[in-house]
């Protein structure tokens, strides 16, 4: 259990910051240190997106099975990837002005390291690699969806009906 939270925990003398700093600056960079970490969560997200848009297409799985089909893909997908990038790279360019402030380029940025640290440090510590678009696993659990949404289709089509018809087709 404390390895799960050494994460956590790594963040937390950065609240000693209080002691010489006013607590509207250390609320300043908790807020930068959680939008770091958010963009690069969001990146997470659409790249995964991505993978999942290629893989549907590499085993030849039309995007119109899907229950819902965003128009603009994957292409919205590039575009916001590539957005949320430039914003997580330029969100703390007034570290450097007018005068280099490292407390603020460290609370800034300190997410892209930690996130390279932790994602390869999971990579080499379990020994895995990026799975190959033509193996990735696009129908475990689909069997077991599509038949809840048949059983909701036919309580939908049976509540439906009126009072008498329901009796008819019961007997």
């Known amino acids: ?60 799985i039309s995007r119109d099975t899907l229950p819902y089909k965003a128009w603009g893909q994957p292409y919205l997908a590039w575009t916001a990837f590539s957005i949320t990038g430039v914003v997580a790279f330029f969100k703390g360019f007034d570290v450097f002005i007018p005068t280099f402030n490292y407390k603020s380029f460290i609370t800034n940025y300190i997410g892209i390291p ?3 640290a932790i994602w390869a440090g999971w990579k080499l510590y379990h020994k895995t690699s990026m799975i190959p678009l033509n193996l990735v696993d696009l129908t475990t659990g689909k069997r077991e969806f599509d038949d809840d949404e048949a059983m909701n289709d036919a309580e939908e089509a049976m509540a439906n009906k009126s009072f008498w018809r329901k009796m008819w087709e019961g007997a």
Do not use: D, E
């Open 1 to 60: 259990m404390m390895k799960k939270l050494a994460p956590s925990k790594s963040q937390a003398p950065t609240a000693y910051l209080n002691v010489s700093t006013g607590s509207k600056l250390v609320f300043g960079y908790f807020t930068s240190m959680v939008t770091i970490f958010g963009t690069i969560t969001w990146m997470g997200i659409l790249f995964a997106h991505i993978r999942f848009t290629k893989a549907l297409k590499v085993q030849g």
């Open 114 to 116: 930690v996130f390279v």
